[in-house]
């Protein structure tokens, strides 16, 4: 987890880099491809985007013909400008954002123009000074109020676009009325070709190939929900997995991915549901589209993502319980991870399928994998005593041959903490390699390579000062002390990690309420016995060999 | 934590339910007092948005002198119109905000004319029908590709807007070019009005009370890691507070704002750290603001920050710890708390004041209290049994006089699970209720109020098909089964709950890691032991009485 913050703030820093050196001549067709290929990626994600663009691409020669053709250039006149900027601006990726910004501008216009008008009455008859100080002072006023209405929360989220039209158009006639005197010409035109513009932008992100936000949100819920799943699945697998060295990083990124998208889901959830909340309805399944329960969905699964994110702490935390132990509960663990997963896929199932959830969601087998691990936590009591002895004892008994591991580990880890923090580092900045190197490349004692990575170190802080060496000297020092003196139960470590499934099961509660009840709002279909059991397939393999209980 | 899900989503509902409810005539006064609360409450969470809109009140009529003095327009004309556009578009919050856009503009003008203008030199002397097909073609093409590049990620991140201006530009300019055939001029004059409008903006932001994005990200980086640390004690202290009703909704309240903004802080972060990458050096502290290193501080705190929120997960898990088990590890558990809150002070104090973090930053008494934890856990080698007599044993000699809580509770609670479940969202959402509320509700058996619940969710769930109805009530009975028969050992979620405050001890590393670089590269000043010292303030209060090892 951590080193993927490492791995992305990297990628920050080659960008930079990237940006300054200077292009050698050399590397220039490299370059270059690398660039059509980002450039033919973004497409290849998302073939709407290559749609929308070549939508643009029509909206746009079409508003051109008001001004190239004869005919309708004798209706428009020199305004039909003010069309053309409106498709570039108000045409948008899905249809509720286009709706969302052709509304405000319609709108803003309209009011502003009104607005206008008015002042253009009253001062109609002044002198020519009083006018300019009358419009000097309505756009100073006009200018602040509108600005700081557009800080207010709920006009910034649904019609910052709308204030800014307004200002704009409000001041275009207001100042053009002090030497102009066809104001209700200007404004009527500017409303009438800005009319057209929305029109076209609505036609075409209406009815040609339509994107709808709704339509995304749903599909970026179910998602979700199936990256959630991902990701437990892989986090377990891992916890209990024998080898270390094998492809670990590939479940790594599984891990991540699974939840990442959760975490991250905050802003375009709210985004995406505010779009279209202005679409119209557009499928046959549902009254109105329940944008705000897909947000709460999205809020609860957030929730249920933290203890993920919990869970694959787990994984990485400093002091762990030996893999010997933890083997003692793999099979419970796992077929409870198993049932959860299974769950969210039922889940993610019943919302891409627009159907209820299965009445069976909550089965026996989550309870019977839950009453397991309880026996197998209540058939290994000396595991929580947290003495050393203990500790030695059920390592010798273990299989992974590490034998109370992170007492010594620990305690080489920290002479070098500044060194293997670096190779960390290094390790962390290619994604491909694997995590075991860490640990080899510290050596049998930690001492091998350590004059090296200390050499390192050093060059690498060269733009601290020297005090600042001697303050991370004294620091690691004072960690080794702090570390070694630690002899935490060692299943300590565990129990969090025990605790933290049976508190993702309590959690799938809310879950479930949510999707249930976006359920019954948006009028998915009844749950089908014969036809949709099919949907949920289990993706975690059960251990055949029971463990719990052979010690 | 998933009753602040509830009460946001009860905010969406209630403003639906604003929106939709027929405004009566006596209740109008109430409104528009509340509509005015709001206003004023924008201006008051943050002065500098009044001054924002009094700037803009000025550049607009700054720039409407163009037009309604007589020297100024004999110079400029009428494209003094595109200088008022300019300023309304480009004048942002923040300097940064304004450069980037102010810059994006200027530079799409400029690229767009020289291509128009290239197009025009190409086509001038054909015929019409020609002249009308080829910019027909031109504009298609041109709109197509630059929408579709607007999609790749980096030209997305800083260059939209100029994207957005190249394009509107060069469609009005090309065009136009079909009827006009001043078209240098028109290119000329709407660059340099666009120019003039964008000096009148650096001016007033960079020279008239400047808001700098980095000062924000600056700012929001020592508010972000006092949040944690409120929010770690708060949490700690809540876990261990003997009597559960007194005023918990505001502990509550203060652990949920704690890490909330660190939690949802990505976006923001990213956006104010691209508008300080855009802003000029400004203060004499460093050669070239760390925008970089503030994203990688913020992205390091939301990795802590999700141990903050596993940590608050455990005060409300489902099963928990009888507090006279608890009680046993008050004393450790809250002075490594404060010991981590002390660090993550001393952090906050050190970016506030721009010097870099005490060398003993992480002291002696965090080891310490890491000790005195573990030797707590060690004495109590029964708690993790997890039988039922000793849970009652332990209770029994405990002081709190809840007697093995969970089980009976657990089943009261669940037979009632739909109606408790609603009494606990009719408690969310009312934030001041004390939560104790809603096991006083249930009454002591559970039963007495339960057919008024019952009916309350019945009429709730009215719109849910009977069928539905059946279905829950068959998962509330296969939960009971679940719950019931689940005997964990009470200990485990306290140790879940140990092992996240020793993990954050941990990835406080990183964070510190993280803290000094930021410290370096932005040239923070040495720490001075006298100076310095009494910046951090220990707000966890030590309990006098050692409770461990009296039993």
Known sequence: MSNKVHERSMEVEEEESSKKASPKIQELPKKMKKILNNIWKVGKEDPRRVKHALKVGVSLTLVSLLYLLEPLFKGVGNSA????????????????????????????????????FFIEFVVNDS?????AIFIGAAVFIIGAVIT?????????????????????????????????DTVIKIAHERFYTI????GICLLMSLLVFPIWSGEDLHKSTVAKLQGLSLSIEA????????????????????????????????????????????????TRHCHRFPWQHYVKVGAVLRQ??????????????????????????KDPCVRLAGELCKVLSELAASIQNRRLCSPEIL??????????????LKSQPKLFLGSNENGNNISQNGNSGRHNPYVSQHINKDT???????????????????????????????????SRLKADTLERRSTAVTSGERRILRQQLSKIVVMTSLEFSEALPFAAFASLLVEMVARLDNVIEEVEELGTIACFKEYNTDTDRTDVEVRVEKPADLVVGVE
């Not at 670096?422 to 640990?439: D, F, I, K, M, W």
Request: net charge neutral; with cysteine.
């Open 363 to 376: 089965s026996e087998s989550l309870q019977v994998a839950l009453q397991d691990l309880n026996s197998a």
């Open 81 to 116: 400008m003010w069309a053309v900027l409106t498709v570039v601006v108000v045409l948008e990726f899905s249809a509720g954002a286009t709706l969302c910004k052709g509304l405000n501008r319609g709108l803003g216009t309209l009011i502003a123009g009104s607005l206008a």
């Open 235 to 282: 986090c377990v697998n891992e916890y209990f997995e024998e080898e270390k060295d094998k492809e670990t990083s590939d479940s790594e990124d599984m891990i991540y991915n699974g939840y990442k998208t959760v975490l991250d889901s905050k802003s375009t959830d709210e985004a995406l549901a505010m779009y279209s909340s202005w679409e119209p309805r557009h």
């Open 148 to 180: 700081y209405l557009r800080f207010i929360p709920y006009i910034k989220k649904n019609y910052d676009y709308g204030m800014l039209i307004f200002l704009l158009t409000f001041n275009l006639i207001t100042v053009s009325s002090y030497r102009v």
């Open 304 to 329: 249920f993502g933290y203890s993920v994110v919990a869970l694959h702490g787990c994984l990485k935390t400093e002091i762990q319980t030996p893999r010997s132990i933890r083997v003692l509960f």
């Open 127 to 131: 002198g020519k000074i009083f006018r």
């Open 416 to 450: 070098n903490d500044a060194g293997s923090r670096l190779a960390q580092n290094a390790v962390v900045s290619r994604p491909g390699t694997p995590r075991g190197e860490r640990t080899s490349r510290l050596g049998p004692n930690g001492g091998v390579s350590f």
């Open 195 to 198: 009319a057209i513009g929305v």
